[in-house]
Nanobody, 121 residues
Framework: QVQLAESGGGQVQAGGSLRLSCAAS????????MGWFRQAPGKEREFVAG?????YYTDSVKGRFSISRDNAKNTVYLQLNSLKPDDMGVYYC?????????????????WGQGTQVTVSS
């Protein structure tokens, strides 16, 4: 099993940046497909980015967000640039030994507690 803990959320103005961290314990992040999801109030949880052999992004964040992995720190990062109010929500880190569809939350076995991102216009 792997335990995940997100951090780095906060409140920024539109156009600002944040870096989210997902620290893993119990197993190494290399063993998993790692994903970032977000959930806004009243909306379903949606896929943002993932990484295993290479990064993968949903269309709405391409060119603005960047996912990376530091194996030495056993941590996955999500760099959020050019933030928009539509990017607001609770951001969750997730892990799975394998995924067929990055976008499907049900394919992930392990989840963190989430970190809040607020973007003011």
């Amino acid at each position: 099993q792997v335990q995940l803990a997100e951090s780095g959320g906060g409140q920024v103005q539109a156009g600002g940046s944040l870096r989210l961290s997902c620290a893993a314990s119990g197993r190494t992040v290399n063993d998993y497909y790692m994903g970032w999801f977000r959930q806004a109030p009243g909306k379903e949880r949606e896929f943002v980015a993932g990484i295993h052999y290479s990064p993968y992004y949903t269309d709405s964040v391409k060119g603005r967000f960047s996912i990376s992995r530091d194996n030495a720190k056993n941590t996955v990062y999500l760099q959020l640039n050019s933030l928009k109010p539509d990017d607001m929500g609770v951001y969750y880190c997730a892990a799975s030994p394998s995924v067929r569809h990055w976008h499907t939350p049900g394919e992930y076995d392990y989840w963190g507690q989430g970190t809040q991102v607020t973007v003011s216009s």
